[in-house]
Antibody, heavy 121, light 107 residues
Framework: EVQLVESGGGLVQPGRSLRLSCAAS????????MHWVRQAPGKGLEWVSS????????DYVDSVKGRFTISRDNARSSLHLQMNSLTPDDTALYYC??????????????WGQGTLVTVSS | DIQMTQSPSSLSASVGDRLTITCRAS??????LNWYQQKPGRAPNLLIS???NLQSGVPPRFSGSGSGTDFTLTITSLQPEDFAAYYC?????????FGQGTKLEIK
């Protein structure tokens, strides 16, 4: 069974940094692209970032470019999101999501349970 | 960026009803359209990919159709477990974008 377990969320002040992690199991991690998708409280879904199987192709939504960095460690089956210069608009539940292929296809399945990031002073 | 517009934003229905949710893309996306179901307090779940391909384990009362810019998700004979939020999403180009969601409530 595929499992994606996020960690690293919490309360952080504006301008500070946070690093999210996702531990993957139940599948061959380095065969798949991975994503981060977020959901602000009571709001809809927003794709944040994608990374292909070998980290050779990375993309971000414009609102986080230059502030967030996605990375993966295939040896440890883990995905990470380094978030710098956080603002209150980054407050959301952050989901780790598996793609259906090695290159990013934009098909999100399955999703982890999410880790909550709250940016507030 | 491709904008995805869902309608309605919310809907009240009864068990046994048939309903349709629509999703419109701001430009043509062929059939690169996916539907997700999200129950309260849970992560989203992929229901339909490629506009009409039902994922394994999804009941056949769910169906999707459309191509180009206009898409629909149809649920026949609503069941209690179907009351949730539904999102469309385009996988045609980055940034991948979602509709604003349709919240389905019990009448």
């Amino acid at each position: 069974e595929v499992q994606l377990v996020e960690s690293g969320g919490g309360l952080v002040q504006p301008g500070r940094s946070l690093r999210l992690s996702c531990a993957a199991s139940g599948f061959t991690f380095d065969n798949y692209a991975m994503h981060w998708v977020r959901q602000a409280p009571g709001k809809g879904l927003e794709w944040v970032s994608s990374i292909n199987w070998n980290s050779g192709n990375i993309d971000y939504v414009d609102s986080v470019k230059g502030r967030f960095t996605i990375s993966r460690d295939n040896a440890r089956s883990s995905l990470h999101l380094q978030m710098n210069s956080l603002t209150p608009d980054d407050t959301a539940l952050y989901y780790c999501v598996k793609d259906l292929a090695a290159a990013s296809t934009g098909y999100f399945d399955p999703w982890g349970q999410g880790t909550l990031v709250t940016v507030s002073s | 960026d491709i904008q995805m517009t869902q309608s309605p934003s919310s809907l009240s229905a009864s068990v046994g009803d048939r309903l349709t949710i629509t999703c419109r893309a701001s430009q043509r996306i062929s059939n690169f359209l996916n539907w997700y179901q999200q129950k309260p307090g849970r992560a989203p779940n992929l229901l339909i990919s490629g506009a009409s391909n039902l994922q394994s384990g999804v009941p056949p009362r769910f169906s999707g159709s459309g191509s180009g810019t206009d898409f629909t998700l149809t649920i026949t004979s609503l069941q209690p477990e179907d009351f949730a939020a539904y999102y469309c999403q385009q996988s045609y180009s980055i940034p991948y974008t979602f509709g604003q969601g349709t919240k389905l409530e019990i009448k």
